[in-house]
Nanobody
Framework: QVQVVESGGGLVQPGGSLRLSCAAS????????MGWYRQAPGKQRELVAR???????NYAESVKGRFTISKDNVKNMVYLQMNSLRPEDTSVYYC???????????????WGQGTQVTVSS
């Protein structure tokens, strides 16, 4: 079993910054991807940023140039540095990881419980 726990959400003024952290633990043979999604009320969950085991990244168009995803392979953590935050960034942010728990397993999805980010003056 794999556990995924986010932290770092909160309330910030427009133009401000926040850093989200996500820790994955448990039985993990190999990471495929780690990333962040978000879901605002009444909207579908959307990809914000994702990083592969080979450290290639991709971002939603709306956050390019403002958000940066990074990871720590030793600690099994992924981070999302969010700068120049806008009110439309307000959402629940979810950490997602695609991992192979054991060498014989195909990749499986695991999600965190979500952390609220509110951008408001």
């Amino acid at each position: 079993q794999v556990q995924v726990v986010e932290s770092g959400g909160g309330l910030v003024q427009p133009g401000g910054s926040l850093r989200l952290s996500c820790a994955a633990s448990g039985t993990i043979f190999r990471f495929v991807t780690m990333g962040w999604y978000r879901q605002a009320p009444g909207k579908q969950r959307e990809l914000v940023a994702r990083i592969t085991s080979g450290i290639s990244t991709n971002y939603a168009e709306s956050v390019k140039g403002r958000f940066t995803i990074s990871k720590d392979n030793v600690k099994n953590m992924v981070y999302l540095q969010m700068n120049s935050l806008r009110p439309e960034d307000t959402s629940v942010y979810y950490c997602h990881t695609l991992v192979r728990p054991n060498s014989s397993d195909s990749p499986r999805d695991y999600w965190g419980q979500g952390t609220q980010v509110t951008v408001s003056s």
